[in-house]
C-alpha cells in the first residue's frame, strides 16, 4: 500500500481517485460507507460559501468548476449543468468566487420572487449526490482501490501503517485531530417529489426564514435548510423539516403539497481555513485534508490535485 486515506465522503473518494489513478495503489479506511456521510445530503451546487483561505479556495474552486464542468458531459456521473438563481431581500454584491462563472449577471426585476430585491443569475455544476458517490466510488475502484469499513481510533496508531495517510475525516477531525477549530455545521434537508421545477434557488438571507434553498434533481427536489452551528445531531427533526418546507413554499408556490419522500442530515465540516498540508507521523506523512465547510464538493478535485502534485513531484 502506497496511500492509507482516512474517510469515504467526496473529499476521501476525489483524493483516493486521484492517488490511485496517478498509479499508486491505495486503501480507503472508512467508518461509514459514502452514502451515510455529510456528504450525501449536500444540495450541491459548485460554490467556495465562506471557505478560506480565499486565494487558495480561489484555486481549488477553479479546478472543481473545471473538472466537475467536464463530469457533467458525461453520463451515470450524477453531475449536470444547471440554470439558477441567487436572490436576496437586500443588496447583494456578488461573491468573490462568482467570477469565474462565465455567464453571471444580474437578475431582471421580473425575475425575482416576490419580496426579494436584488439577485444574481449563472449556470454551474449541479450534482446529486447519491448517483455522484456511487460514481466515486465505482471510478476508484475501478482504478485499482480498496475500501475498507474500520473506523480509526488513533491516527498515531497509524504510522507506518503506509508511507503516505491522508487525512479526510471531515467535522470527525475535531475528535480525532484533535482539532478544536472544526465545527459542525447542521444541515438538515428534505427530498420531495418535483412539481416541474428545473432551475436551483437559493436565498442566504441571515434573517429568518434564513436560508432557503431548491435544487432540483429530475423527478426530485433537495429542499433546505439550516445552518445550526455547533450541532452535532444526525437525527432529521420534524419541525425543523416542517420550517424547511414553509419557506420554500413561500418562495416557489409550486412546491406546496409536493409529497415528501425523504430527510438527510449533515455536518459541515466548517473551520476559519480549509487545512491541508502534510506533517510527519513516525516514518510515514500525515496529509491533512478537511474542513472544506459549506463547499466540499467544489473544492474536493483542487485540493486533492494540490497533495497529487506534491506527492509525485
Ligand atoms: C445540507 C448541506 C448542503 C451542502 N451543500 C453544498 C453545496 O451545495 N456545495 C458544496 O460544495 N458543498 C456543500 N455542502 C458541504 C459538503 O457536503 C461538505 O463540505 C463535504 O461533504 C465534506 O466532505 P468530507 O468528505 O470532508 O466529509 P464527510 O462527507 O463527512 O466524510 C467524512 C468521512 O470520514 C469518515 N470518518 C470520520 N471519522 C473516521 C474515523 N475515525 N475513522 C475512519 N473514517 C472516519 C466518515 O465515515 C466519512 O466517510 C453541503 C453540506 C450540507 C450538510
Not at 439577485?119 to 475498507?148: H, K, N
Not at 426530485?220 to 420554500?248: F, H, K, M, Q, S
Request: hydrophobic share 40%.
Amino acid at each position: 500500500m502506497d496511500v492509507l486515506v482516512i474517510g469515504a465522503g467526496a473529499v476521501g473518494l476525489t483524493t483516493a481517485i486521484s492517488l490511485a489513478e496517478a498509479g499508486l495503489s491505495v486503501t480507503i479506511r472508512t467508518a461509514e460507507l459514502p452514502e451515510q456521510t455529510t456528504s450525501v445530503a449536500a444540495g450541491a451546487v459548485w460554490g467556495a460559501v465562506k471557505v478560506g483561505p480565499p486565494e487558495r479556495a480561489l484555486e481549488w474552486g477553479r479546478t472543481g468548476l473545471e473538472v466537475l464542468s467536464k463530469l457533467a458531459a458525461e453520463p451515470g456521473t450524477g453531475v449536470r449543468m444547471a440554470a439558477g438563481r441567487e436572490v436576496s431581500r437586500s443588496p447583494f454584491e456578488p461573491y468573490y468566487w462568482m467570477r469565474l462563472l462565465a455567464d453571471l449577471r444580474p437578475c431582471e426585476p421580473s425575475e425575482l420572487p416576490a419580496g426579494f430585491t436584488d439577485g444574481w443569475r449563472y449556470t454551474a455544476p449541479l450534482v446529486t449526490m447519491p448517483v455522484y458517490l456511487t460514481y466515486l466510488r465505482d471510478r476508484f475502484e475501478q482504478a485499482g482501490g480498496t475500501l475498507e469499513v474500520s473506523p480509526v481510533t488513533a491516527l498515531a496508531g497509524l504510522a507506518g501503517a503506509a508511507p503516505v495517510i491522508v487525512n479526510c475525516s471531515g467535522a470527525a477531525a475535531f475528535d480525532l485531530v484533535p482539532d478544536p477549530e472544526v465545527v459542525p455545521v447542521r444541515g438538515q434537508v428534505v427530498i420531495v417529489a418535483n412539481p416541474g421545477i428545473d432551475e436551483f434557488l437559493i436565498s442566504r438571507d441571515p434573517e429568518p426564514p434564513w436560508i432557503v434553498y431548491m435544487f432540483p434533481h429530475g423527478d426530485t427536489i433537495l429542499l433546505g435548510g439550516t445552518n445550526d452551528e455547533g450541532n452535532w445531531d444526525t437525527e432529521p427533526r420534524p419541525e425543523v423539516a416542517e420550517r424547511i418546507i414553509a419557506g420554500c413554499v413561500a418562495v416557489e408556490p409550486r412546491l406546496r403539497g409536493a409529497e415528501i419522500l425523504g430527510h438527510r442530515v449533515g455536518l459541515r465540516p466548517c473551520r476559519p481555513e480549509v487545512r491541508l498540508e502534510p506533517e510527519p507521523l513516525g516514518d510515514s506523512t500525515l496529509w491533512h485534508n478537511y474542513g472544506h465547510g459549506g463547499a466540499g464538493i467544489s473544492m474536493a478535485w483542487g485540493c486533492a490535485a494540490e497533495i497529487a502534485r506534491s506527492m509525485l513531484s
